[in-house]
């Protein structure tokens, strides 16, 4: 009678994939140190791509059980000396895993453009100039990529101003995708704006000859990546008040921008806006202040129907101060949130909060979807990541093969 190993071995290919596919990320990584076979198959292009689609987002905000999905979060902490990367469960947003970012900034500031299939993207940047590098890195396989700088791109009538940065994966040509949109001193003209693609596969920069139909104040943009697009708070005239008025979009397979209204309801003169993936990670939500007698007053509306202004529709609004909204979460009956500086779960029917026990400065979180994948599994650079106990007592769970000999090593700094 054959063996189990005989047995496997004597099985198609195709096959076997459809068994590995069933795998966890974690467990996957395992296997490929059981035998040069399996490293073989798991690291087959076709494999990667089987398991990408696998766990593609679904319309309950994550893939199948073989990508665990959860949230990321990205923060700092309150003294400034460290910025964090926490994994939390996809409903009651419970503390799984959080890792030190394991990279020194070389221009001065670290910051979260997004997260896509496994990725995520970081730009390192100088406060003041908005030049950077763009960092790509998949936390459960230790790799990662710096991608070249695009000063060499800056040819502007006049002078270099800032650039807004978008990430996300493009399911049509297979690759992950950076897009950089470049602005001189006039970049309220269409003139004074520039926008760059990088692919992993081509592994450059390129211009792309579209035009750049929005114009973005000189401080750092956020963006949320829904439905293979990018999308930012932006401005198509100067307001008075100096809040955004559109939306601008980029899709990331076809590369073409598009604009997208606010609600027609939206009263003007808000104080803050921000942007979010919808409860689903399918559309988007919309946050707005609002300072008035009673003290700061949150609107926050979602777009029931992608893409449809009339399908705005303000869901809660609520008096609350010295917090900032960050997501919805549970079909939008919670919403995760900064109180001063503590993360909490509102329950917004009964208005009762729940201390997440994460702190950090508030205006530095930042959340995305999160599936665990082996993107740049044969490309990239290997870091050491030290993960960093939870509650004190040094216990992780979900832990995606990050070993105990690792968690004492030491993160190296980068060469930009």
């Known amino acids: 009678m054959r063996n189990h190993r005989d047995f496997f071995s004597s099985l198609p290919k195709d096959v076997i994939f459809q068994i590995l596919v069933k795998l966890s990320v974690k467990s996957l990584l395992q296997l490929r140190c059981v035998s040069k076979s399996f490293a073989y198959l798991i690291s087959n292009h ?39 990367i926490s994994f939390h469960g996809a409903t009651e947003f419970s503390l799984c895993k959080r890792l030190e970012v394991p990279f020194e900034s070389v221009h001065g500031y670290l910051r979260l453009v997004g997260s896509s299939n496994g990725l995520i993207c970081l730009f ?14 998949n936390p459960s396989i230790r790799k990662f990529k710096i991608l070249p700088d695009t000063h060499w791109f800056h040819h502007f009538t006049t002078k270099f101003s800032h650039m807004a ?19 001189d001193s006039d970049y309220e003209s269409e003139r004074g704006r520039q926008a760059l693609v990088y692919q992993i596969k081509n592994e450059s920069w390129r211009k792309i000859e579209v035009v750049v139909p929005c114009f973005m104040h000189n401080n750092w943009s956020s963006n949320v990546f829904v439905n293979e697009i990018v999308h930012w708070l932006a401005y198509t005239r100067l307001t008075a008040d100096g809040q955004p008025n559109c939306i601008m979009a980029f899709s990331i397979s076809e590369e073409v921008f598009k604009v997208m209204e606010l609600p027609q309801d939206l009263e003007l003169n808000f104080r803050e806006s921000r942007l979010s ?19 700061e007053r949150w609107d926050m509306w979602l777009m029931n129907e992608y893409g449809k202004v009339e399908s705005w529709m303000k869901k809660y609004s609520i008096v609350r101060n010295r917090m900032v909204p960050l997501k919805f979460l549970n079909n939008g009956e919670d919403l995760l949130e900064m109180s001063e500086e503590n993360l909490v ?44 106990p939870i509650n004190g007592n040094g216990i992780l769970m979900n832990d995606q093969v990050m070993v105990a000999s690792e968690i004492d090593s030491v993160s190296r700094k980068y060469e930009g």
């Open 46 to 84: 076709h494999f990667i791509k089987l398991l990408t689609y696998s766990t593609a987002p679904t319309s309950g905000g994550g893939g199948t059980d073989t990508g665990d999905p959860r949230h990321l979060l990205y923060y700092e902490s309150t003294d400034y000396t460290k910025q964090y």
């Open 124 to 137: 390192d940047t100088n406060y003041f100039t908005y030049i950077g590098t763009v960092i790509l890195w």
């Open 165 to 183: 940065v978008g990430f996300g994966f493009d399911y049509k040509s297979f690759d992950f995708k950076v897009v950089q949109i470049l602005y």
């Open 277 to 295: 993936p919808s409860i689903d990670e399918k559309s988007l939500a919309l946050f707005v202040s609002y300072s008035d007698n009673a003290g």
């Open 345 to 388: 779960l509102l329950d917004l029917e009964k208005e009762e909060t729940k201390n997440l026990e994460v702190s950090g400065l508030p205006l530095s979180f930042n959340t995305a979807g999160f599936v665990p994948s082996l993107a740049l599994l044969g490309d990239g650079q290997e870091v050491a990541t030290k993960i960093v």
